[in-house]
């Protein structure tokens, strides 16, 4: 047997969270660290759509912000930049961002089709049921039109049996 340790202490708030869609408190754009962490964030804690769009144009404006102004400065001084090399930590969690929420999209239309085709399905099973329903009735009407018959039958014989004695 094996003993599982549980914290009972409630869980601290990640004060990034609290941050998700807003600028530094400088008003300044979000530097680069600031970035990162509330993209770490929103993947860690989850957001609405709002916070994801919000955060990828803004991490995307700043990305190519930062890219034009080295280029004019290293141009300047005749050195070719490769941009994917630059920021390469904001850029590789940019598109985990980007990713992250399209598999969320993803997985949210795929749970409304499942809500679709199940409801689909129970209809179909209703339908089904009331079918079977609707034939053991007339299974059950035609067995007793039979007996009834029979009953007729049996009653004609007897009739028949009394006038041809």
Same mark, same amino acid.
Request: hydrophobic letters at 35%; charged letters at 35%.
């Given at each position: 047997?094996?003993?599982?340790?549980?914290?009972? =202490?409630?869980?601290?708030?990640?004060?990034?969270?609290?941050?998700?869609?807003?600028?530094?408190?400088?008003?300044?754009?979000?530097?680069?660290?600031?970035?990162?962490?509330?993209?770490?964030?929103?993947? /860690?804690? @989850?957001?609405? @759509?709002?916070?994801?769009?919000?955060?990828?144009? !803004?991490?995307?404006?700043?990305?190519?912000?930062?890219?034009? !102004? $080295?280029?004019? $400065?290293?141009?300047? #001084? %005749?050195?070719?930049?490769?941009?994917?090399?630059?920021?390469?930590?904001?850029?590789? %969690?940019?598109?985990?961002?980007?990713?992250?929420?399209?598999?969320?999209?993803?997985?949210?239309?795929?749970?409304?089709?499942?809500? $679709?085709?199940?409801? %689909?399905? +129970?209809?179909?099973?209703?339908?089904?049921?009331? /079918?079977?329903?609707?034939? =053991? #009735?007339?299974? +059950?009407?035609?067995?007793?039109?039979?007996? $009834?018959?029979?009953?007729?039958?049996?009653?004609?014989?007897?009739?028949?049996? +009394? %006038?041809?004695?």
């Amino acid at each position: 047997m094996r003993r599982l340790h549980i914290d009972v =202490a409630p869980p601290t708030p990640d004060i990034r969270s609290a941050r998700v869609g807003r600028p530094s408190n400088n008003g300044a754009t979000s530097s680069k660290e600031d970035l990162k962490d509330r993209i770490i964030s929103i993947v /860690r804690n @989850g957001a609405d @759509g709002g916070h994801y769009q919000a955060l990828i144009q !803004e991490t995307s404006a700043w990305l190519k912000e930062q890219t034009s !102004e $080295e280029v004019s $400065e290293l141009s300047r #001084e %005749l050195i070719v930049v490769d941009d994917i090399s630059k920021h390469w930590d904001l850029r590789a %969690l940019y598109l985990l961002l980007i990713r992250y929420h399209q598999m969320h999209k993803d997985e949210q239309a795929a749970t409304v089709n499942l809500h $679709e085709k199940t409801k %689909l399905y +129970q209809d179909a099973l209703r339908r089904a049921e009331k /079918r079977q329903q609707e034939i =053991a #009735e007339l299974e +059950q009407a035609i067995e007793d039109l039979r007996d $009834e018959m029979e009953s007729k039958e049996v009653k004609w014989a007897v009739r028949e049996k +009394q %006038l041809t004695m």
